[in-house]
């Protein structure tokens, strides 16, 4: 998938790679649509963090989902 243009596709995928690679409990409380492009380059930043990483620490899953609550839609 092409993660250069800021659309929200993109912002969808990225949004659901995180939650399954974060193995996100309340992953359905965290719905791709409630993302908005006008945070993409903020997810895109997450989302290369997640993707660098293997295994995460309580407190980097913890740290990353405050991160993803902080960028939903008001």
Known sequence: MNLEHANQENVEFMI???KTKLRMASGAAMQASHF?????EDIKDLYDVVESKNKFSIS????LVSE????RKK
């Open 68 to 71: 993803l609550g902080k960028l």
């Open 36 to 40: 908005s492009v006008e945070q993409y």
């Open 60 to 63: 980097e899953v913890e740290a």
């Open 16 to 18: 659901e790679t995180i």
